[in-house]
């Protein structure tokens, strides 16, 4: 079965970094892409970037461009999500995704997110 | 980056009876391909989401027939023939025309 799983609970305080992973299996781990989806409490998804592991070739939205780090390592079929000073706005559900193109296409796997709490 | 605007924000349904959701985009969604790239996905609570339609009208593997998916260029609609209960969670509609996908804000689907 096709499936993304996500690291665990996080809770942080403000200013700390942190770094949540998603690994890949049982599919060609190189061939797509994975986005990253940010899920505020009680809000809509937003697509925070993607990653090809193949070439590391890596797009950020606008919003989150300079904010977050979004790398892979294909030797263990893992991307991962990076914060180098959280804020308490950084609080919120963060989804893993797989996306078979850069665009024109759909998250079609998702893992089950990875709560990250932000709290002096 | 295009704006995803969905209506109603919620939506209280007798089960067996239709329901519709309204999404409209900021900018055409059809690509010179002669795709539209348009997408619903469904929430159900405490869990990811789960894609329900793509390009606008095509159900995605496993999605029962009740569900159906309409529309072009900016407008788009997704009805459901008869609710069920395990219908209930949040819908979303989703682009992927052009970078940043963008989501809607989200209907809240509650049985009656």
């Known amino acids: 079965e096709v499936q993304l799983v996500q690291s665990g609970a996080e809770v942080k305080k403000p200013g700390e970094s942190l770094k949540i992973s998603c690994e890949a299996s049982?599919?060609?781990?190189?061939?797509?892409?994975i986005a990253w989806v940010r899920q505020m409490p009680g809000k809509g998804p937003e697509w925070m970037g993607t990653i090809y592991p193949g070439d590391s070739d890596t797009r950020y939205s606008p919003s989150f461009q300079g904010q977050v780090t979004i790398s892979a390592d294909k030797s263990i079929r893992t991307a991962y999500l990076q914060w180098s000073s959280l804020k308490a706005s950084d609080t919120a559900v963060y989804y893993c995704?797989?996306?078979?193109?850069?665009?024109?296409?759909?998250?079609?796997?998702w893992g089950k997110g990875t709560t990250v709490t932000v709290s002096s | 980056d295009i704006v995803m605007t969905q209506t109603p924000l919620s939506l209280s349904v007798t089960p067996g009876q239709p329901a519709s959701i309204s999404c409209k985009s900021s900018?055409?969604?059809?690509?010179?391909?002669?795709?539209?790239?348009f997408y619903w996905y469904l929430q159900k609570a405490g869990q990811s989401p789960q894609l329900l339609i793509y390009?606008?009208?095509n159900r995605f593997s496993g999605v029962p027939d009740r569900f159906s998916g309409s529309g072009s260029g900016t407008d788009f609609t997704l009805k459901i023939s008869r609710v069920e209960a395990e219908d209930v969670g949040i819908y979303y509609c989703?682009?992927?025309?052009?970078?940043?996908?963008?989501f809607g804000q989200g209907t809240k689907v509650e049985i009656k």
């Open positions: 989703m682009q992927s025309i052009q970078l940043p996908w963008t």
């Open positions: 049982e599919y060609s781990f190189n061939t797509y892409w």
């Open positions: 390009e606008v009208s």
């Open positions: 995704a797989r996306q078979a193109r850069l665009l024109h296409y759909y998250m079609d796997v």
């Open positions: 900018q055409s969604l059809l690509q010179s391909d002669g795709k539209t790239y």
